[in-house]
């Protein structure tokens, strides 16, 4: 684990506009910088770089932070990759927590691992470009199959030469261990004899690296170029400790980016129909090398988006094995479309066949939804064979039951009602059976495994007053207080610093007796002021969120009597963090616009701080009053009792009074 120390140091030597300006092109903008957003596709320029504040904020997508979490949402990367490749660029040397004598023999065995595969994938690739039987082989292969040059670069494309040794002797005379050239798979070792026999597990292949999510060589495929019938087509590396080929996707370090900014990713079978994609300008590609789709590769693409479209070869019988993957797709909540080729046509020959226009505009003209195309696929098969019609549907039904959002099966059962001319109830029974079988046949009968009657029953009742009644107001509820209580953290993060003098209406009487506001002036912190007031009538924020991040400002105010907003920046909470940089990034927002030259002018807050901090706590208390008012009037009604008039008088004057310090009438 890297220590607190490191981290700290990475922190302070990193600087947020020269890592962000490695991916996105930053113009100076005042004491900021702007730049198109690098999540969406834009026009006018909607991405701020605060150098002062060490943050970031896209007011295009909302999304926001410091440097680490810039390179956690645009490479992708985890926590930990984001510092590594942070402590790379400023040569901070990473120091990590003591380990036991196996962790640390585990650790520097993985590490031996990617060492070597990084130069067996560098290695295969020079001996592709610069090697006379590379270029005459393993290059002409590639050309032939239309690649050019810049993807073969961009995707490390290689060559093993057709020799028994010939790579595993060069990784040997460089230093690396056999061992590790072994445990990858790169050389296999017969024993017997004399001496140990070494052969290349790859001889005479074109080679296609696997890389991680970061980039990092996890292993190979390897594509025979001969006849050779007892010979596999592709041979893939072995299962070793850093490579899982059940838990990684070719193409997915190249296609990230695009995938997370198209909100989709194409899923397709073989290395070539990626390569091919990719050159033609569909770089939001991977593919799941020749195995049957698994929960971990699916998870993979989950990371970056909710939506597949899986690419079917025109094969039938390829297109029914294939569509298997489908349902563990949609156990993950994730949303399916698919397309399908002509018969005969790969997304690879297809590709090659067609202009990138052309294939794009198939690519969306012809996804289809998963149930319109499953009933189209299969219906050709049940015909007008009664029996085969209601497996048919059983089938589909079993796909609709792996949906866990419950709306989103009542939207397909009602779509399979009509394309299949068949009663909704017959498959919601259906539905509710495969629920309930999942379930494990348990005594609770939860909500989706009703029948439809009784969600018939269901709909004709009012559900909870979402739209009328009760259930609108007590959405405005939460809504006023969400806003109110974000505007005391606002006021806290930007101005929680600021001592100010500030202006108190007290009750008192006048000569007559009567009660009166008097003025009454002290000087105090703005947080010293906020926590007082909040404390004093204890209050509790509603927002989950927000009552994390005030807990931290009030901690910090008790340890140091002040706010550092440094350590909320960097904050290892990512909801707290975000919403630091959401705060104070949205006072950068106004220098897109820039109004000072078109000659508009902006208040300066601390002019009017304390009516701003004043404001806010009477403001909550306000609305948290009239609450009260509602929740004993409700609770008079519900039980059928008399009201406690004097309660609701002493809350309706109180509400009064603060009324008249907020200048309003009522």
Not at 1 to 7: A, E, P
Not at 138 to 164: M, Q, V
Not at 370 to 391: H, R, T
Not at 403 to 424: L, T, W
Request: charged share 30%.
């Amino acid at each position: 684990m890297i220590t607190q120390q490191t981290i700290e140091k990475v922190f302070e030597s990193a600087r947020v506009e020269e890592v962000i300006g490695e991916f996105v092109q930053l113009k100076k903008s005042g004491s900021s910088f702007k730049g198109l957003s690098p999540f969406t596709d834009e026009r006018t320029p909607s991405f701020m770089v605060s150098p002062v504040k060490q943050i970031w904020k896209d007011f295009s997508t909302g999304k926001g932070g410091n440097a680490v979490s810039f390179l956690m949402e645009h490479e992708h990367y985890t926590y930990p990759e984001a510092i590594r490749w942070l402590a790379k660029k400023y040569n901070i040397e990473i120091e990590e927590t003591e380990q036991s004598d196996e962790q640390k023999q585990q650790m520097n065995e993985r590490e031996s691992m990617f060492l070597v595969s990084k130069f067996a994938k560098d290695y295969f690739h020079d001996v592709l470009m610069n090697s006379q039987k590379g270029r005459a082989i393993g290059l002409s292969y590639f050309k032939e199959r239309g690649f050019r040059e810049d993807i073969i670069e961009k995707f490390d494309l290689g060559y093993c030469k057709d020799e028994w040794d010939n790579f595993t002797n060069a990784a040997l005379s460089k230093g690396y261990d056999l061992k590790y050239l072994k445990s990858t798979g790169l050389t296999i070792v017969k024993e017997g004899g004399a001496q140990d026999r070494k052969f290349d597990r790859f001889k005479g292949r074109v080679m296609f690296p696997i890389h991680s999510m970061s980039g990092r060589i996890l292993g190979f495929g390897g594509r025979i170029l001969t006849n050779d019938k007892k010979a596999a087509k592709y041979l893939n590396s072995p299962e070793s400790e850093i490579y899982h080929k059940s838990k990684i996707l070719y193409g997915i370090y190249h296609a990230k980016k695009e995938i997370a900014k198209q909100d989709n990713c194409f899923l397709v079978e073989g290395y070539t129909d990626v390569i091919s994609f990719y050159q033609s300008g569909v770089e939001n590609v991977v593919a799941s090398s020749g195995t049957a789709l698994t929960p971990d590769q699916i998870r993979l693409i989950n990371r970056l988006t909710k939506n597949i479209t899986v690419l079917f070869d025109g094969d039938a019988a390829g297109i029914r094995a294939s569509i298997r993957g489908i349902d563990l797709i949609l156990e993950q909540g994730m949303n399916v479309k698919v397309v399908s080729f002509p018969e005969g046509e790969d997304p690879d020959s297809f590709a090659k066949a067609h202009s990138s226009k052309e294939l794009k505009d198939y690519l969306e003209n012809t996804a289809q939804d998963f149930i319109e195309f499953k009933v189209s696929l299969l219906m050709k098969e049940a015909a007008n064979d009664p029996v085969k019609k209601a497996g048919l549907i059983r089938d589909i039904v079993t796909s609709i039951s792996k949906i866990p959002d419950g709306i989103q099966r009542e939207v397909y059962v009602q779509e399979c009602a009509n394309i299949m001319d068949i009663s909704e109830r017959v498959l919601f029974s259906e539905l509710a059976q495969l629920l309930s079988r999942s379930a494990g046949n348990s005594g609770s009968q939860s909500q989706s495994s009703y029948s439809e009657p009784q969600r018939m029953q269901e709909r004709e009742q009012p559900r909870m007053g979402v739209v009328k009644g009760k259930g609108a107001k007590a959405n405005q509820k939460i809504d006023q207080l969400n806003i109110l209580e974000k505007e005391v953290i606002r006021i806290l993060l930007l101005y929680g610093n600021e001592v100010i003098d500030f202006v108190n209406w007290v009750d008192g009487v006048d000569e007559k007796g009567r009660p009166i506001l008097e003025k009454e002036e002290y000087q105090n912190s703005v947080c010293n002021e906020l926590y007082l007031n909040l404390q004093e009538d204890e209050i509790e924020f509603t927002n989950e969120v927000f009552r994390l991040t005030y807990y931290e400002l009030i901690h910090q105010l008790n340890q140091d009597e002040k706010i550092s907003i440094d350590q909320l920046i960097m904050h290892e909470d990512t909801n707290i963090s975000n919403l630091v940089t959401n705060v104070l990034m949205d006072e950068e927002k106004y220098s897109l616009s820039d109004w000072e030259r078109k000659e508009v002018f902006v208040t300066d807050t601390v002019k009017v701080l304390p009516k701003l901090v004043s404001d806010a706590v009477l403001n909550l208390r306000r609305v948290l009053i009239e609450e009260k008012i509602k929740e004993i009037l409700e609770q008079v009604q519900t039980e059928n009792t008399m009201p406690d008039l004097e309660e609701i008088s002493n809350y309706t004057d109180l509400k009064k009074r603060l009324f008249e310090k907020l200048n309003r009438v009522v």
